[in-house]
């Protein structure tokens, strides 16, 4: 009964490669984020989706790529993946838009770019 | 002035300590603020909300002061379970995301 789940947990591959990573939530939340955590831990908003509606885009190279099939699905896709891409990838979920609203973040997507 | 600034610590502190933490923001329009509890190599979790008039959960006691632009996290009775990285998160300027701070480490020792 995961509320937030992503896959892979791990992702280890070699610059220039494209993948993807998946978040599903199972918590009938509306809206949908993902954070990018560097090695110095700091944890910053990347897109955040409601309603599969794009609503935060921050300053993000555009070889990333978020896409929200439904409401509950939020993938990332990131192309031409480089060193410095190398962080945890955290997705989370809210109750609507209201930042007052507790956010659940999944387990975490360990990406190292070799 | 960084958004959302924290001491990184380690604060390192016996069982039974008491122990604060402080997170000055620099938006003073900001309305909702947080503290989050982050495990190692794990995902955040929300500790508490702070509210404007201070609030408490059993051993934990939040607060903000808006003249001086902090919130504060106060943990009574530290147990070795309360060893984690508290990251305090305040609302963004369009009150659309959350801004995080480094977070502060505490590490309690028996």
Redesign the interface.
């Known amino acids: 009964d995961t509320a937030v789940s992503q896959t892979p947990k791990y992702l280890v591959t070699q610059m220039g490669n494209d993948k993807s990573i998946k978040c599903e939530q199972n918590l009938g939340h509306d809206t949908m984020?993902w954070y990018k955590q560097d090695s110095?831990?700091?944890?910053?908003?990347m897109f955040?989706y409601n309603n599969k509606e794009l609503?935060?885009n921050?300053t993000v190279p555009n070889r990333f790529s978020p896409k929200s099939p439904d409401k509950a699905h939020l993938n990332l896709h990131i192309n031409s993946l480089e060193l410095g891409d190398s962080a945890v990838y955290?997705c989370a979920s809210s109750l609507g838009?209201a930042?007052?609203n507790?956010?659940f973040?999944?387990?975490?997507t360990r990406l190292t770019v070799l | 002035r960084k958004e959302v600034e924290q001491d990184p610590g380690p604060f390192n502190v016996p069982e039974g300590a008491t122990v604060a933490f402080n997170c000055t923001y620099s938006n003073s329009a900001s309305q909702s603020f947080f503290w989050y509890r982050q495990d190692c190599r794990k995902e955040p979790k929300l500790l508490m909300s702070v509210y404007s008039s201070g609030n408490e959960d059993g051993r934990f006691t939040a607060q903000l002061n808006r003249a001086s632009q902090y919130i504060s996290l106060l943990i009574r009775d530290s147990k070795l379970s309360d060893s984690a990285t508290y990251l305090c998160a305040v609302n963004n300027q369009a009150g659309t995301a959350l801004i995080f701070g480094k977070g502060t480490t505490l590490s309690v020792s028996s």
């Open positions: 984020y110095k831990k700091f944890l910053k908003i955040s609503i935060i921050e955290f838009l930042i007052v507790e956010q973040f999944g387990p975490g």
